[in-house]
T-cell receptor
């Protein structure tokens, strides 16, 4: 079990550019989540996948944001036409539905985005 | 969505026990109580969870009030490595169509040497 990994760990971009982040969940986990965290706040839910299906999206996920999980394995989160307000830590988490009531989300180290 | 309320910050001396409270007065009968902690520049780390009974693991203990409207995370001997933001989260047992966590602002624990 290598845990949830995210790449890159840090990203600096200029306003208006597109960025893409990758998340590799724990291998046997079928559920994957994206959260966003700004300074001093707790993480906020963005979206959730079960296998390859995107089942829930937050209103925070504007049309500039898109997430995919092809083949139900890794996931990507893309932000188009970045804005300074997109600067945040983007966190990925995964869990297994087979654990039912013991189901717990395990988080990756996050990708810190800075938009200049 | 049921919400939790935690103090913004707490301090503890090293090697002393720490009791971190959480109020969740609107908890439903099928909500699990989960605790996470987040060290600087890292993702949240799972600590412990429970439903009704008190729980112990190698990291901490969780004491749940009889009416389940509050809970307390207990670190038996705080170390400097326990300095983090601690989050109390409610997770529905049976899906209401969502599996998301709703985080509050958590409790920032400072451990004094």
């Amino acid at each position: 079990d290598t845990g949830v990994s995210q790449d890159p760990r840090h990203k600096i971009t200029k306003r208006g550019q597109n960025v893409t982040f990758r998340c590799d969940p724990i291998s046997e986990h079928n559920r994957l989540y994206w959260y966003r965290q700004t300074l001093g706040q707790g993480p906020e839910f963005l979206t959730y996948f079960q296998n390859e299906a995107q089942l829930e999206k937050s209103r925070l996920l504007s049309d500039r944001f898109s997430a995919e999980r092809p083949k139900g394995s890794f996931s990507t989160l893309e932000i188009q036409r970045t804005e300074q307000g997109d600067s945040a830590m983007y966190l990925c988490a995964s869990s297994s539905s087979q654990l039912r009531e013991q189901e717990t989300q395990y988080f990756g180290p996050g990708t810190r985005l800075l938009v200049l | 969505d049921a919400k939790t309320t935690q103090p913004n910050s707490m301090e503890s001396n090293e090697e002393e026990p720490v009791h971190l409270p959480c109020n969740h007065s609107t908890i439903s009968g099928t909500d699990y109580i989960h605790w996470y902690r987040q060290l600087p520049s890292q993702g949240p780390e799972y600590v412990i969870h429970g439903l009704t009974s008190n729980v112990n693991n190698r990291m901490a203990s969780l004491a749940i009030a009889e009416d389940r409207k509050s809970s307390t995370l207990i670190l038996h001997r705080a170390t400097l490595r326990d300095a983090a933001v601690y989050y109390c989260i409610l997770r529905p047992l049976r899906t209401s169509g969502t599996y998301k966590y709703i985080f509050g602002t958590g409790t920032r624990l400072k451990v004094l040497a």
